[in-house]
């Protein structure tokens, strides 16, 4: 499925993904280059919000069983309106980022970020809010 591109939209190349068909972007949506967007699970992405280069947005992962390890599991990245993600994070599959969040450079991001929270460092955690 092909979603619509805003003519706001920009991005620098070199991007990367993996299917492409599977990203919904906002309108004045920004991605810096050398981005990779594993995007088999579904990547949202909302209104005004930037991306940093190197940003890797990871939606598939392996099963634990070692035994079974070739097999993937994938769950969509959903990242709100007017959220900031700094150079060289990773965020991983089934996060939700809310609206305004800012995520530190090179943050590891592997569970929900809340509206208006800064998170920085890995596994990343609070240690903000964009309101303060």
Known sequence: MSHPVDPTFRLNAPFRT???RNIEVGRNMYVNWDCLFMDRGGI???DDTFIAPKVNLITL???RDP???PTTVSKPIVIGKRV???AGATVL???TIGDNAIIGAAAVVTHDVPANAIVAGNPARIIGDVQN
């Open 18 to 20: 993996d299917f492409g």
């Open 44 to 46: 949202s992405i909302g």
């Open 61 to 63: 992962n392996h099963v």
């Open 67 to 69: 035994y079974n390890r």
């Open 84 to 86: 900031w993600i700094g």
């Open 93 to 95: 599959q089934g996060v």
